[in-house]
């Protein structure tokens, strides 16, 4: 028993923070599960979305102070040692999860620079991420004209020439709207039914069934954007 | 054209061809000026006038465009195999990458390392690479057997390590993950 509290009263020291697994497995924790829900919802919605804020800022608090109660347990016993362990392979999970958040809209971002600047979406992005979509897209744009557009007429450029100060990103960016990727909304998504639904015209169009809670469907995203939006349905 | 089908058909990167992509510009250029004295043919901008001259003067405009529109995405799909190159084996491009590949796309891959870099430390607040760990993590420790000499390396849990041609060592899979994209660590047991 009192072995048993010891273990307990080291586990707490080296955990420091305040992130509590308690006894429940990793995918029970609530502020994993929203992110793992909120990493599926980025990777299978086509368009971008807005930065969940909030939770990652939240996630990398945790990470921080989690980190800095493992590095300032200097000397420890081979005890300590083991739940060192324990906890920095937490941690690593824990950043998994953020780096696959940001890569997985990074790699969106990337493929739909010219939309996100062409249609003011900057708004959805993060600072880091505002930042990376500014100076990509003075990338491409040089590396093109390195290539090839500086052999062309200037009327025939795409990109433009801008003045420095305006090399950031806005609607009135000098670029040709033949050259922007959109993303594709009719791809089709799985979505879960949160709860019951009468029967939507233009919904899933040959349903004629009620939809009910639970239920799992493949259908066209943009014929169900509003209700993931709602909370009435979730990707699944 | 034959170049894109050249790149579509290769799964690596393909030579970069300079002397089509210079023809290429020229042609663009010539329909330019083709399609232009045409435009000029048609009296007061009516295209009824001369209908002939008009439809001439929009095929012209049509390739041009077309043209335009097959180099932007040859260049575009030469950028991404640098890109994808570089989440898949880091930061060292192979030999056939570097022979391949122009001086400026060569400018563009290193850009473009930097540009990921400065977003990883930007993005959050914890130390982070986001370009280590794409597969979930199951243990801390990975045994790893170095292939190709590396030398000494400062890692942040465990300090100076000497990665020593077939040397055997228990590290942290994220600190050295650049070296096992190049191949230069392999997992022992995987």
Request: proline share 4%; charged share 35%; net charge negative.
């Amino acid at each position: 028993m009192e072995a048993k509290e010891e273990t307990k009263k080291e586990q707490e020291e080296v955990k420091g923070a305040d992130l509590d697994y308690g006894d429940e497995p990793e995918g029970e924790n609530p502020l994993i599960k929203k992110m793992i829900k909120i990493i599926l919802k980025e990777r299978e919605i086509p368009e971008i979305l807005p930065y969940e804020e909030e939770t990652v800022s939240e996630l990398d608090t945790i990470v921080k102070e989690q980190e800095e109660a493992v590095s300032e347990q200097e000397t420890r016993t081979a005890n300590e040692n083991f739940f060192v362990m324990i906890y920095k392979t937490e941690i690593e999970r824990l950043k998994f999860l953020l780096k696959t958040y940001l890569r997985t809209r990074l790699f969106k971002i990337q493929k739909y620079y010219l939309y996100i600047i062409k249609h003011e979406k900057a708004d959805l992005l993060s600072k880091a991420e505002y930042n990376f979509v500014a100076n990509y897209f003075l990338y491409k744009r040089n590396h093109f004209k390195e290539c090839f557009t500086k052999d062309l007429y200037d009327s025939l450029n795409d990109f433009v020439e801008i003045k420095e100060e305006d090399a950031v990103p806005h609607k009135n960016a000098p670029v040709s709207e033949d050259l922007v990727v959109q993303p594709s909304l009719k791809r089709p998504v799985f979505i879960k039914m949160n709860c019951d639904m009468p029967r939507v015209n233009d919904f899933v169009m040959e349903t004629k069934e009620n939809l009910k809670m639970g239920e799992i469907m493949l259908v066209p995203y943009d014929n169900c954007k509003d209700l993931i939006e709602a909370n009435v349905a979730e990707i699944v | 054209m034959e170049a894109l089908s050249i790149l579509h058909s290769s799964k690596v990167l393909p030579e970069y061809p300079t002397y089509e992509i210079r023809q290429a510009t020229k042609d663009i250029n010539d329909l330019h000026d083709s399609m232009e004295r045409k435009l000029k043919e048609i009296p007061d901008d009516d295209a009824t006038a001369k209908p002939e001259i008009s439809a001439s003067a929009l095929i012209d405009h049509y390739k041009l465009e077309r043209s335009k529109r097959v180099l932007y995405a040859y260049h575009d799909e030469r950028c991404n195999r640098l890109e994808r190159y570089f989440w898949r084996h880091g930061n060292e491009l192979s030999e056939s990458f570097q022979t391949n590949a122009s001086k400026q796309e060569t400018d563009y891959f290193k850009n473009y390392i930097n540009l990921i870099e400065e977003y990883s430390q930007n993005a959050v607040e914890c130390n982070l690479d986001i370009t280590t760990t794409m597969e979930p993590p199951r243990e801390l420790l990975a045994k790893l057997r170095v292939i190709e000499d590396i030398g000494e390396v400062y890692l942040p849990d465990v300090g100076s390590v000497n990665l020593e041609k077939n040397s055997v060592h228990y590290l942290k899979k994220a600190d050295v993950e650049q070296f096992i994209k190049a191949g230069k660590l392999i997992e022992m047991g995987s």
